[in-house]
Nanobody, 118 residues
Framework: QVELAESGGGLVQAGGSLRLSCVAS????????MDWFRQAPGKEREFVAG????????HYADSVKGRFTISRDNAKNTVFLLMNSLKPEDTAVYSC???????????WGQGTQVTVSS
């Protein structure tokens, strides 16, 4: 069983930055591909960014490409999402998820709220 705990959310003005963290317990985060998702009120959950288990390949939703960066520190068992040039439409609950080799999401965090004011 892996528990994922996100932190780093908060209230920021448009144009600002936040760095989210996702800490995994009980198993090395290096065993999984790690993704970030977000869900805004009244909207479907959407993929934001993903990083393969080796840390070598990252991919992003078009809406965040060039502004967000996903990274991992296996020694700290943590995955990060650095968010720059934030926009009000980035406001959402951000969650991390661990994806197994078969592509299934095995574990999800509770999420952290990000609010961007205009």
């Amino acid at each position: 069983q892996v528990e994922l705990a996100e932190s780093g959310g908060g209230l920021v003005q448009a144009g600002g930055s936040l760095r989210l963290s996702c800490v995994a317990s009980d198993r090395p985060v290096s065993m999984y591909d790690m993704d970030w998702f977000r869900q805004a009120p009244g909207k479907e959950r959407e993929f934001v960014a993903g990083l393969d288990r080796s840390g070598g390949r990252a991919h992003y939703a078009d809406s965040v490409k060039g502004r967000f960066t996903i990274s991992r520190d296996n020694a700290k068992n943590t995955v990060f999402l650095l968010m720059n040039s934030l926009k009000p439409e980035d406001t959402a609950v951000y969650s991390c998820a661990a994806r197994a080799m078969n592509g299934a999401y095995e574990y999800w965090g509770q999420g952290t709220q990000v609010t961007v004011s205009s």
